[in-house]
């Protein structure tokens, strides 16, 4: 598998010189299988540049677009996907979905009138919806990818892609789950509460099983321990439990994702040393990096 990191920005795009070199577009990563395959997944404004080497390249375009949860963030670049609008493409869009909104409405209403010129009716490429309503599993030719609720407010899923004894796991957005916590937490799906709280032990054990023995991990690392304390409830990870889950689960490398908007290259410099630093002191077997925008990983 050949991944693309074409965004790697959590919540909001942050262009400019501070961000230059980790990169300011939020979510979407580009995955080759083997076969020439394309999966992309979520689809933040990232997708915009990835649509646009697309058509640079003259490439037809017949994917599934994975998306983990309809936060802005992870479907705001997808009105700006250029293929989409070219007749000939297709797109299945897989994503969750809830009982009083469906996915191809989820993903058609950011393209109201209200919001943009061009509805989703208009887009010339042949688009399907294949929404999850349950965790699972799904397979494309001989890939398997399966998917978990996480921890995030709304129906989040992370994904584990499985291709020619490869694995790979995507987990945009996820915080870590606590049960007293839990009891006060108003903005998370009660469903996806029970799930945790169901396991015995460690309620993130679940997360650290679908992770097992991952070739790569992309997990959420919005915030530094310190900055977590003021965040509880917002849905995301500080890194030393994003390096838990990376140990805990036998990953081989992993990519600090979703990178806080305020936090500056230099910042992000900082957390990957002490990252480093910590897998050091505690025996961590893992590689880890921050994500980088526009760079290319073989898996
Ligand atoms: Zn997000």
Redesign the pocket.
């Known amino acids: 598998m050949k991944l693309t990191f074409w965004g790697v920005r ?2 909001i795009p942050t262009p400019g010189k501070t961000t230059v070199r980790y990169g300011g577009n939020t ?1 979407c990563i580009e995955l080759r299988l083997g076969d020439d395959r394309l999966i992309i997944l979520d689809a933040g404004t990232g997708i915009r540049n990835f649509g646009d080497f697309l058509i640079n390249n003259g490439e037809s375009v017949k994917a599934h677009l994975f998306i983990t949860h309809p ?1 802005w ?2 479907i705001q670049g997808f009105p700006f996907f250029k293929p989409a609008f070219i007749s000939g493409n297709e797109l299945t869009i897989v994503g969750t979905e809830r009982q009083e909104k469906q996915l191809d409405k989820i993903i058609s209403e950011q393209m109201n009138r209200i919001y943009f010129p061009v509805q989703l009716h208009e887009l010339k490429a042949k688009i399907h919806f294949q929404p999850i309503r349950e965790e699972g599993s799904m397979t494309i030719g001989d890939t398997v990818v399966k998917f978990i609720y996480v921890n995030h407010p709304g129906f989040t899923v992370g994904y584990r892609i499985e291709h020619n004894g490869k694995v790979l796991v995507y987990i ?2 996820n915080e870590p789950f606590d049960r007293s916590a839990a009891e006060v937490l108003t903005n998370f799906e009660s469903v996806v509460i029970k799930k945790f709280s169901a396991s015995e032990g460690d309620p993130n054990q679940r997360v650290f099983d679908f992770c097992r023995d991952a070739d790569v991990l992309i997990h959420d690392a919005t915030y530094t321990p310190e900055e977590y304390i003021d965040r509880v409830g917002w849905g995301h990870s500080h890194y030393l439990f994003t390096m838990r889950v990376a140990s805990v689960a036998n990953v081989k490398r992993l990519y600090l994702f ?1 990178h806080d908007p305020t936090h500056i290259d230099k910042k992000i410099d900082e957390i990957v040393k002490k990252c480093k630093k910590e897998i050091k002191s505690r025996g961590y077997k893992f590689e880890c990096d921050a994500a980088v925008e526009n760079t290319t990983v073989m898996i």
Do not use: N, W
């Open positions: 959590g919540s979510p936060h963030d992870h945009s957005d979703h």
